[in-house]
């Protein structure tokens, strides 16, 4: 009864790994690959779990302590599967730290870049050149548009539910297609 009590993991932990599984769970949407014409490609299928992780953690973003505590779960969370993705690709252990050194370091970039574009009046045009370069590594005639504006419904869906919800791990995300 003592070790299930100490090994037990924290309710913030639960929530990070809740939350994480929305996410991923709505990054593997089909009408994502059909209707909005993402790869179905190792690299599209990590560009849409980052933007849905992103889309939740800007949510998560300046609304106090609990909710910090919670996105950082939620990152340690998406972190640990990245680590275990790769190895399970046969990525060696003695390259993993550097795949995953590249992969933060992409992450970063890519949330500040989502932030600028999602904060206030945003930047329409940077959202769409960030999703022509990184979902759609800038192939003629992809949904740029469309796809800028399913992150842009996505981000308002999770701004206008009540926090309680999204702390509690259940995000409702808006249709991919209006």
């Known amino acids: 009864m003592l070790l299930k009590k100490l090994f037990r ?3 913030t932990r639960l929530a990070g790994e809740t939350l994480y599984d929305a ?3 709505q990054a593997r949407q089909p009408a994502l690959y059909l209707d909005l014409a993402v790869p179905d490609t190792t690299e599209g299928r990590f560009e849409l779990h ?4 992103l889309l939740l953690l800007h949510r998560l973003k300046g609304q106090g302590a609990v909710a910090a505590d919670i ?3 939620l990152f340690d969370t998406y972190v640990g599967a990245l680590d275990g993705t790769l190895r399970e690709m046969g990525v060696g252990d003695l390259t993993v730290p550097k795949r995953m050194r590249k992969l933060g370091e992409a992450f970063y970039g ?3 870049a989502y932030d600028a574009a999602l904060d206030g009046a945003g930047d329409e045009a940077g959202l769409e050149r960030l999703i022509a370069r990184t979902l759609y590594d800038e192939a003629q005639g992809a949904p ?3 796809m800028a504006a399913y992150v842009r419904r996505q981000a308002a869906a999770l701004a206008g539910q009540p926090l309680d919800e999204v702390l509690a791990g259940r995000p409702a995300w808006g249709p991919v297609v209006p």
């Open 71 to 73: 996105a950082q779960a």
């Open 144 to 146: 740029v548009e469309a």
């Open 50 to 53: 980052n933007i849905h992780v």
């Open 9 to 11: 993991p924290s309710a």
């Open 23 to 25: 996410a991923v769970s």
């Open 110 to 112: 890519r949330t500040k």
